[in-house]
């Protein structure tokens, strides 16, 4: 056979393989979720923010010990579910200190840790200079953006039930448990007790959706690590504020903190869902706002650092 003759190699036609580095890799997608989620959660900040969390209903349990003495003192929850309605129940009940605690930390402790750490999502990387080595890798801003928002939801429901539990083993251990009375006054099982406190836990976590979304997109307004965790933790402050000027209560509930303490109507029998729902479908409207916010500055942002 000559060489004009010679049988020339196929062309491939065909689809190239796919390179595990290639961003459309849902692999690679769980990697980068996977990296930041651990990055956020290793940090001796996040140890540090949980240590404070995990102490308040220490706090809380050995203040009513002393005050009350371990004796029974409270007959039932109040008609509204507050924490100091909680508190009554806690010497009766070691459980209620779930309960108490999360009333405790949610107003203010959990969402300025919330905001500590949304704040520093964006912002803190590019202030040490650790932006531009992320966007390097063919993960793209977009998939970036949204692995740093699962980062902060998955850091508030570790900090919620880290609460629950802290309050758990502490009312365990320091007062009777048994029993719940709920806030319309029928009884449940301990065991059903424990399932409606990992709930409020939940629905703790999901009221902080929307915040975690404002934090993320201040985060991307700044360079200043610091700076955004102070703009986001003031803006809380602001808005709370807010929320507890009746003059204003035409705005109360389109504020994101308005529904918060619907948390308590977990405790009732049968569960009262209306509020838990307002609350649900605020934060999502929060975080659709926000978080569309935060994608159209961060994809559009000239990243320098």
């Known amino acids: 056979m000559s060489q004009a003759e010679a049988p020339t190699a196929p062309e491939n036609t ?3 393989p796919r390179d595990p580095r290639n961003p459309r890799n849902p692999l690679w997608t769980f990697g980068i979720l996977r990296s930041e989620v651990t990055t956020t959660l290793r940090r001796h900040r996040t140890y540090a923010l949980l240590a ?3 102490a308040v209903p220490v706090l ?9 003495g371990g004796g029974g003192s409270g007959s039932g929850g109040g008609p509204d579910g507050g924490g100091p309605a909680f508190l009554t129940q806690v010497t009766n009940n070691g459980l209620f200190l779930v309960f108490a605690a999360l009333a405790a930390t949610l107003p203010v402790f959990l969402p300025m840790a919330v905001g500590v750490v949304a704040g520093d999502a964006i912002a803190g ?3 040490r200079g650790t932006l531009r080595y992320l966007l390097v890798a ?6 970036l953006l949204l692995a740093k928002y699962a980062s902060v939801l998955t850091f508030c429901l570790v900090a919620t039930f880290v609460v629950a539990a802290s309050a758990l083993a502490v009312g365990a251990l320091l007062f009777p448990v048994g029993e719940v009375t709920t806030i319309s006054g029928t009884r449940i099982s301990f065991g059903e007790g424990l399932v409606r406190a990992a709930l409020t836990a939940a629905v703790v976590a999901a009221s902080l959706v929307g915040f975690a979304a404002l934090g993320l997109f201040v985060s991307t307004l700044t360079d200043s690590g610091i700076g955004a965790m102070a703009a986001t933790v003031g803006l809380l402050i602001t808005v709370q504020i807010l929320d507890s ?3 204003l209560s035409g705005i109360h509930p389109y504020l994101f903190p308005h529904y918060w303490m619907s948390f308590a109507d977990v405790l009732r029998e049968p569960v009262h869902w209306e509020e838990l729902t307002k609350n649900f479908q605020l934060q999502g409207l929060y975080a659709a706002v926000f978080g569309s916010a935060a994608w159209a500055r961060f994809t559009a942002k000239d990243i320098t650092a």
């Open 14 to 16: 065909g689809p190239r």
């Open 52 to 54: 404070v969390l995990a």
């Open 60 to 68: 809380i349990g050995i203040a009513v010990r002393i005050e009350t």
């Open 125 to 127: 990387e590019a202030s």
């Open 138 to 143: 063919p993960a793209g801003r977009t998939r």
């Open 245 to 247: 000027i009746p003059q």
